[in-house]
């Protein structure tokens, strides 16, 4: 593979013409690609807290499941005619 030149890399080869590529759009998928993920970015003292994904998934389906007990144990029973 040949290297490239620091000084020639963000430069087109001579072959090529800048009109060949037609507009370019700054950031044209980014709404999709946002939409389409599910990652989160934690706050940096919550992150400190948690060494790795596993931690965190563990530690929210804790919560989850506790937030399901509760929600359980506070619900009025249905009356009965």
Do not use: C, W
Not at 12 to 33: H, Q, T
Not at 64 to 79: C, G, N, R
């Amino acid at each position: 593979m040949k290297k490239i030149e620091p000084e020639m890399a963000d430069e087109l080869r001579p072959e090529y013409k800048r009109s060949d590529f037609g507009k370019i759009v700054r950031g044209k998928y980014a709404n999709r690609i946002k939409a389409e993920t599910n990652v989160v970015l934690l706050e940096p003292d919550i992150a400190e807290a948690f060494p790795n994904d596993e931690a965190v998934n563990k530690a929210l389906r804790h919560l989850l499941e506790e937030a399901k007990t509760l929600a359980s144990l506070t619900q009025q029973p249905s009356k009965s005619s």
